[in-house]
């Protein structure tokens, strides 16, 4: 199938870091006028940040759509106390913007409008999907460990007025757990925990003790300690019959990997993009093998 302009939308997922209030600001201000589709916003990592607020996030979320954009409101992934559930009930009680449901309650509370489902929903197959479609979901986010010969067959058994998103570009977030790593690294209280993590805007790399690249870590969320990087598998992704193909904010690179995206679907060769400094790239699940692992296209 040729790359046309209209062949795929690109998305912007949420932003998984905690960054100072005018970096935040200045970051989606970039995407506005980006060539960006759909921009979700919200915070669904750790309900303690605080530098932008739930109207915060409805405010922004309102400039980008008056900037053109198709905004989607992220839910969290890991609800923890009868005060994030209120929050998440209040979010979906909104009707001004779709939701990105990224666990059950979420879903529940929607009560059947239409809501895309989260990578961390994992659907690994058909009825999975079916039971997604019957809930509500015009949209699912493949899983991010999903290899290309499982996600080809997923795709071919969703329902049929199911979109595709598929993940392509930024460190994944491979695990949640009560526990928050970040405030733990310091030897800090997840209450107390002077909100370290906006320090580390692409959050704290774990080596092995050789050195080695293993893991990252994000408040709650254990990542991936490369960024995946399938941007060169974009033309493939789409034949497969993916319709969005989305990039996961990271300090540098965002913008980059967005713009090598639009020169795809234009036609046009894509410039190479970096991840920040002292990160590496993967793309070994895709290929079906270990994650951490980068395999490079043919020329």
Not at 3 to 16: A, D, E, H, W, Y
Request: glycine share 8%.
């Amino acid at each position: 199938m040729e790359i046309t302009p209209n062949t795929f939308q690109i998305s912007v997922g949420p932003l998984l870091y905690y960054w100072p209030r005018q970096r935040t600001l200045d970051f989606y201000a970039d995407l506005a006028d980006s060539p960006a589709d759909i921009l979700y916003v919200g915070e669904t990592v750790c309900s303690r940040r605080h530098e932008l607020r739930a109207d915060d996030w409805m405010d922004l979320a309102r400039d980008l759509r008056a900037a053109g954009k198709t905004v989607v409101l992220s839910g969290r992934t890991l609800i923890e106390t009868g005060a994030e559930a209120h929050a998440l009930k209040k979010l979906c009680d909104q009707d001004d913007f779709m939701i990105e449901a990224g666990e059950l309650g979420a879903m529940r509370h929607l009560a059947g409008r239409a809501f895309v489902a989260g990578p961390h929903v994992n659907a690994y197959h058909g009825g999975t999907l079916q039971w997604l479609a019957s809930l509500g979901a015009v949209r699912f986010v493949a899983p991010l460990e999903m290899d290309g010969s499982t996600l080809a067959r997923l795709l071919e058994e969703r329902p049929v007025d199911m979109a595709a998103e598929v993940m392509v570009w930024g460190r994944m977030a491979l695990a949640f757990s009560a526990r928050c790593f970040t405030a733990r690294h310091f030897r800090l209280k997840k209450d107390d925990c002077g909100f370290r993590c906006i320090e580390h805007p692409d959050g704290l790399d774990m080596r092995t003790r050789e050195s080695r690249e293993f893991l990252g870590i994000n408040g709650i969320q254990v990542q991936s300690a490369a960024c995946l990087d399938l941007l060169a598998q974009a033309p493939e992704l789409v034949r497969m019959g993916v319709e969005v193909l989305r990039v996961s904010p990271q300090s540098t690179g965002t913008l980059e990997a967005v713009a090598a995206l639009d020169a795809t679907r234009r036609g046009d060769k894509p410039k190479a993009v970096l991840p920040p400094a002292g990160i590496g790239r993967c793309n070994g699940y895709y290929h079906g093998r270990s994650g951490i692992e980068l395999l490079e296209a043919a020329a």
